[in-house]
């Protein structure tokens, strides 16, 4: 006899097929959480009475970043997006590489500018070298110290 390939059930002792210890503890784990509730915790926020069962926080204390805020963009965005992507190549107009593909306000709205495809240009977001990104950070960050 040689050694027993993995896709085929061992069989115990008796001939009866034998389940591996790891199906067995997932199928138990499975059952157990589909048969008992969660118990009842405190909220987390200092001396808070309520109790929670599936949420972070109760209901006075649900931050408000958690609630949505309605946000959308402006009608014709995507249209804006492509034509402005299309006006400057698909090149990144921080690193000057071509694959750019995102829009960025070349001047920050947060500082002060504008709102129209004159202050859009391409950049890279979700492509590497993520332009984007560090421009933003660089931003937040002279934002910071100006702050100071």
Not at 6 to 19: D, L, V
Not at 48 to 74: F, K, L, Q
């Amino acid at each position: 006899m040689g050694c027993v390939p993995s896709t085929t059930m061992r069989r115990s002792a008796s001939g009866r097929p034998r389940m591996p210890r790891s199906t067995a503890l997932a199928t138990a784990t499975s059952s157990r959480s589909a048969e008992m509730p969660k118990a009842p915790r405190r909220c987390p926020s200092p001396g808070c009475p309520n109790t929670i069962r599936h949420a972070r926080y109760c209901p006075d204390h649900t931050p408000a970043w958690d609630v949505p805020s309605g946000w959308r963009r402006p009608a014709g965005w995507a249209q804006d997006r492509e034509s402005v992507l299309a006006r400057d190549d698909w090149t990144c107009y921080l690193c000057g590489k071509p694959g750019a593909d995102a829009v960025d306000h070349v001047m920050p709205q947060a500082g002060g500018g504008p709102d129209r495809l004159s202050n859009y240009a391409a950049v890279h977001d979700r492509n590497p070298p993520h332009c984007h990104r560090a421009k933003t950070n660089r931003d937040r960050h002279a934002q910071h110290r100006t702050a100071s």
